[in-house]
């Protein structure tokens, strides 16, 4: 596990120079009401490092008042905020973990709720249930890398109680 998420470091820290690149000619793509999250995968490989996994890079922009279903990730993923505000839940089986804009690092846990705004990041390990939703006017757009085994879906909805 800890050699997935180096990798995925790795991948992470080597791209972001391409991301700033990309998301500056990519074309925006909204959300709406019938589609609140829009997922647009930016780079995609296999990974050699990695038998059988897939790294990729997707960029989410999550529709204002959008609440994201109770899921879990079939590999490690991290994200960042670029812009607006998200505010995430832990429902069960793990902890996120998140370094904040001024390089703080902290840990949430089952039952705990965290307000993520720009420049802050998180890694979600594989099969924590989560969920998270924007509570602000404005879109949410988060730039994310993953490794997940190839085939898999990006999530899977599980049966949990969310927070209130």
Same mark, same amino acid.
Do not use: C
């Given at each position: ?29 909204? @959300?709406? &009401?019938?589609? *609140? =999250? ?8 296999? !990974?050699? $490092? ?13 529709? @204002?008042? &959008?609440?994201? *279903? =109770? ?8 994200? !960042?905020? $670029? ?82």
């Amino acid at each position: 596990m800890k050699q997935k998420i180096r990798n995925l470091a790795l991948f992470a820290a080597l791209t972001f120079g391409v991301i700033t690149a990309v998301l500056a000619f990519a074309d925006e793509s909204t @959300p709406t &009401a019938e589609t *609140p =999250v829009v997922r647009e995968v930016l780079a995609s490989s296999e !990974s050699a $490092e990695a038998p059988g996994e897939e790294l990729a890079l997707v960029r989410y922009t999550i529709a @204002p008042g &959008a609440v994201l *279903p =109770v899921h879990t990730h079939p590999g490690v993923q991290m994200a !960042s905020v $670029e812009s607006g505000t998200l505010t995430y839940h832990v429902v069960e089986n793990g902890e996120v973990l998140v370094t904040r804009a001024d390089g703080t690092e902290e840990s949430f846990g089952p039952g705990e709720t965290v307000t993520f705004t720009v420049g802050d990041s998180w890694v979600e390990p594989e099969g924590m249930v989560h969920y998270a939703e924007n509570l602000t006017d404005e879109p949410v757009v988060l730039i994310s890398a993953s490794l997940f085994a190839e085939g898999e879906p990006a999530s899977t909805v599980v049966e949990a109680t969310p927070a209130p």
